[in-house]
């Protein structure tokens, strides 16, 4: 089983440097100790089962009189 972790901490992952604030995808071995280290923080669980993105509000536009 995965788990969406989000960084708090530099850390290299799949070979690529990631910055604190960037979202990961981990086993849950490799989740915890992350956690325990303080280097990133779980995600809650989405029911797709995808990490909670930020969304957009968009506004309707007004129509033309």
Do not use: C, F, Y
């Not at 530099?10 to 325990?36: N, Q």
């Not at 029911?47 to 129509?63: D, L, M, N, Y």
């Amino acid at each position: 089983m995965k788990t969406h972790l989000l960084l708090t901490r530099p850390h290299t992952h799949a070979g690529r440097l990631r910055r604190p604030g960037e979202r990961i995808e981990v086993d849950a071995d490799l989740a915890r100790w992350l956690v325990s280290i303080g280097s990133a923080h779980a995600l809650p669980p989405t029911r797709s089962g995808t990490p909670p993105h930020r969304v957009a509000q968009i506004q309707p536009k007004e129509p033309n009189p």
